[in-house]
């Protein structure tokens, strides 16, 4: 599963790239994947560069809502847990309702860890950002 920031950056930039942009980050090569992205954006207009904009800063709350949102479900999950035990008779319906609620409560872990531990994808999109400000701000003057 990857980091909604990396989904992100494939959508914009192409999956071939990403993986690229993830091994260089590895060898801590950050100027190298700046100096790719601002060649690959070179070209676009002030339309285009603030429509990724806005598409990364959609993407960067929605990161941040995955994380706050995860505390809250861990409270309804608990809460949903104790009133199925202690409201409903022991049976199939229980049973396959805790499950379902397992299963999901599993779905969101591994999607909040996913989304705020990825470091490599965190620190792609601050390249990224860079890069569109940078841009942006040439093309302004």
């Given amino acids: 599963m990857t980091s909604v920031l990396g989904k992100l950056i494939q959508r914009e930039l192409g999956r071939e790239k990403y993986v690229r942009y993830r091994n260089t980050l590895k060898e801590k090569r950050s100027t190298d994947v700046f100096c790719d992205i601002y060649l690959s954006l070179y070209e676009k207009d002030i339309d285009e560069l603030s429509a990724m904009l806005g598409r990364l800063l959609?993407?960067?709350?929605?990161?941040?809502?995955?994380?706050?949102?995860?505390?809250?479900?861990?409270?309804?999950?608990?809460?949903?847990?104790?009133?199925?035990?202690?409201?409903?008779?022991?049976?199939?319906?229980?049973?396959?309702?805790?499950?379902?609620?397992?299963?999901?409560?599993?779905?969101?872990?591994?999607?909040?860890?996913?989304?705020?531990?990825?470091?490599?994808?965190?620190?792609?999109?601050?390249i990224y950002k860079s890069v569109l400000f940078h841009l942006i701000d040439n093309q302004k003057k």
């Avoid at 479900?73 to 805790?98: D, H, K, R, T």
């Fill in 58 to 126: 959609e993407t960067v709350h929605t990161s941040v809502a995955i994380s706050k949102k995860f505390s809250f479900l861990l409270i309804a999950y608990v809460f949903l847990m104790g009133s199925l035990f202690f409201l409903l008779p022991i049976n199939v319906i229980m049973i396959s309702a805790m499950a379902v609620a397992t299963v999901c409560l599993l779905y969101k872990i591994w999607e909040f860890i996913t989304n705020r531990y990825c470091d490599r994808d965190v620190r792609m999109v601050l």
